[in-house]
């Protein structure tokens, strides 16, 4: 989006963020008021503006805050986290980790898994296959819709074992 949001808005990030630092504004509708109302930006673009005016986005925070906040209150899950994490980085040197508010993203040209502390004692591991069934510890995507085809139910370090892996890998390989 911010590629084009001279072309689409008429100004750059730097300059919508000059424009609103002199308003009064504390809340992000606010914000979307002012971009929607008064300057006639489309609600993409203006969430996107508001989010980067007060730094409110993932990408805007530092990744390794977002991941602890992420293991609040669910301190016996870090360590499957962090098994994956290791796990996946080491399949290429081109995987991307991209952490969010609630999830952590990997990708390499696609986004191929998505770890997210789903309750205080199990993580869901999202993963997007191109065609491939369900069948045992590979569920439907379930809560995660689109974003991955298949899911599989973490709640132990045990259970990042070689079938996971593979799965991973696989996952992986499609995405490259």
Partial sequence: MEQNLKEKTGRTLDEWKALLAGKPFVKHGDFMSFLKGECGI???????????????????????????????????????????????????????????????????????????????????????????????????SGPFGKMCTHRVQLSDVCQVDDEILDLLRAAADEAA
């Fill in 42 to 140: 489309s609600h993409g673009y203006a969430n996107f503006i508001a989010h980067k005016a007060r730094e409110s986005d993932a990408a805007s925070q530092n990744p390794g805050d977002l991941i602890e906040e992420q293991y609040q209150g669910k301190a016996a899950l870090k360590p499957i986290f962090d098994k994956l994490k290791e796990a996946i980085l080491q399949l290429s040197p081109d995987v991307e980790m991209v952490p969010k508010k609630t999830s952590v993203s990997f990708r390499r040209k696609r986004q191929f898994a998505l770890v997210k502390p789903a309750t205080k004692s199990r993580i869901d591991l999202g993963l997007k296959f191109n065609d491939r069934p369900t069948a045992g510890r590979l569920k439907p």
